[in-house]
Nanobody
Framework: QVQLVESGGGLVQPGGSLRLSCAVS????????MGWYRQAPGKERELVAE???????NYADSVQGRFTISRDNAKNTVYLQMNSLKPEDTAVYYC??????????????WGQGTQVTVSS
């Protein structure tokens, strides 16, 4: 079974930093895109950042310049470095991995979510 285990969430003050990690384990042939989504109370789940196997990245406008996504393919792990955190970044952050099973086809898996709270 494929599992995504997240860590690194917590409570920080505005302007602070956190680094989220997500390790993928299980029966994996290949991992396509990996990324982070977040969902705040009363809001839709939204893309925060995504990185492909080839290293291409995509960021939400609201986090551009503050967050950095990276991945270690050897460890099947994706990271999200979050700097200059703002109260509006408060949300549950979910790791996602698109894991291939045949050619370009893939199944999407989600982590359990980790709470990030930015408050003074």
């Amino acid at each position: 079974q494929v599992q995504l285990v997240e860590s690194g969430g917590g409570l920080v003050q505005p302007g602070g930093s956190l680094r989220l990690s997500c390790a993928v384990s299980g029966s994996i042939s290949s991992i396509h895109a990996m990324g982070w989504y977040r969902q705040a109370p009363g809001k839709e789940r939204e893309l925060v950042a995504e990185v492909t196997t080839g290293g291409s990245t995509n960021y939400a406008d609201s986090v551009q310049g503050r967050f950095t996504i990276s991945r270690d393919n050897a460890k099947n792990t994706v990271y999200l470095q979050m700097n200059s955190l703002k109260p509006e970044d408060t949300a549950v952050y979910y790791c996602k991995a698109d894991i291939g099973y045949s050619g370009s086809y893939y199944n999407r898996y989600w982590g359990q979510g980790t709470q990030v709270t930015v408050s003074s």
